[in-house]
Structures are given as structure tokens and as C-alpha cells.
């Protein structure tokens, strides 16, 4: 939901800007940063789905105080995120067999930045209680 609210304004503009390629371009850049956006928040929007269920997934205020809660975290699990989508696509350029492998292994590396975030987010693990 996230994603196509965040897409409509660029594909409204390219929409529209089929006879001006000014307009055109602003859509494209439009949907850029849309789509940064959107893996800048990602690792916090599922970390929040995953703590709160379904309805913590639409707490705008919640996720987007999570991701900036913790920025560096957030940008670099976004930055993975963006390479696990293109490792995903990789697969079906190179031949639609490649789809077995790399769209399972861009699900793992999704999986394993929620958890890294999660970690980040959360702070350093507290010690066990020494036994007296």
C-alpha cells in the first residue's frame, strides 16, 4: 500500500507528460525518490508489521518514527534491500531458470535485514544476571 500510494504522483506525471518530456522526466525522478523513499522506511515498515501485526503496518507516525529513529540503519538496510531486489530481477534477465534461486535468496537477504535492523534498532543485548 505503501508503494503505490508513494507511486501515484510520479505515474501521474508520466501519464500526463506523454507530449512533454519535462513533465516525463519530473514523473521518472518523482518515482525515484518515491521508490528511496520506500526503501528507506521498508526494514522499519516490516519490523513494525512483524511486532504489531497488520495494524502496525499502517501506523504511519510508528514506522516512520522507526526509521528515523535510527537513520544510518535505516539508509543501509535500504541500500541492501535495493540489492536484493536486483538480484532478484537478475535472475529472470538472465534466464527465467535463474528465478528458482534468486528470488528465494532476495527473500533471505529481505529476512535477514529485518533482523539486523531489528537489532540495530533494539540497542545492545542486555548481560544475563550474575548468579550470587
Known sequence: VYDLVLSVPGDLLQGVGNRNAGI????????LVAGLLFAFIAPALYLQTYRRGFNGGFDV??????ATG???ASVIGGLIWIVAGIISIAGFIACCVGLIFTIPYAAAITAGVVIWYERQVSGPA???AQPA
Do not use: Q
Open 61 to 66: 507516525g510508528g514506522v516512520w518514527a522507526m
Open 70 to 72: 535510527n537513520t544510518n
Open 24 to 31: 516525463a522526466a519530473l514523473g521518472s525522478l518523482l518515482g
Open 126 to 128: 542486555e548481560l544475563p
